[in-house]
């Protein structure tokens, strides 16, 4: 009994990632095809938090996935998002994750904004993270991902 509880959970947790991956992939097809030039910053924001919303459901660790999700809702202050979304998966995965750690769990500096500095830390710890949450889906999110930057 107790075997045929773990196939099915793990073959539920599957099914689940495998559609985590495929909206997350057609989320961002979507943003990428929003015209930037024509769109108001409220509908860049929208297509943004859709974006995260949905992506948020390939990470494993439900803390990481609700502070992606608090980080982008609409009463968040949109200068404190990527804080927010660093913060909470930092604190969710970085004590479970194995040495060598991402720079993101090591030195994140929170007192001295650098966005720049940020956005590699997150580079980073995301391809850590969804390498180890989703398995052999990831070189397909990771294909998409660089096919989708290359026609930007």
């Not at 009994?1 to 495998?18: D, E, K, P």
């Not at 997350?24 to 924001?45: V, Y």
């Not at 001295?112 to 500095?117: F, R």
Request: neutral net charge; charged residues 30%.
């Amino acid at each position: 009994m107790g075997l045929l509880f773990v196939a099915v959970t793990s073959f539920a947790a599957c099914g689940r990632s495998r559609r985590a991956v495929d909206d997350c992939i057609a989320a961002h097809e979507r943003a990428g095809a929003l015209d930037r030039d024509a769109a108001t910053g409220e509908q860049i924001a929208d297509e943004g938090r859709h974006l995260v919303e949905t992506c948020a459901e390939m990470y494993s660790n439900a803390a990481c996935r609700a502070g992606m999700k608090k980080a982008w809702s609409k009463e968040t202050d949109p200068s404190q998002r990527l804080r927010i979304q660093l913060e909470s998966c930092r604190d969710a995965y970085c004590p479970e994750l194995p040495k060598p750690k991402p720079s993101l769990c090591t030195s994140l500096d929170l007192g001295h904004p650098d966005l720049h500095v940020w956005h590699t830390q997150w580079v980073e710890f995301d391809e850590v993270v969804l390498e180890r949450d989703l398995g052999s889906l990831y070189p397909r999110l990771k294909a998409a991902r660089q096919a989708m930057a290359a026609r930007r």
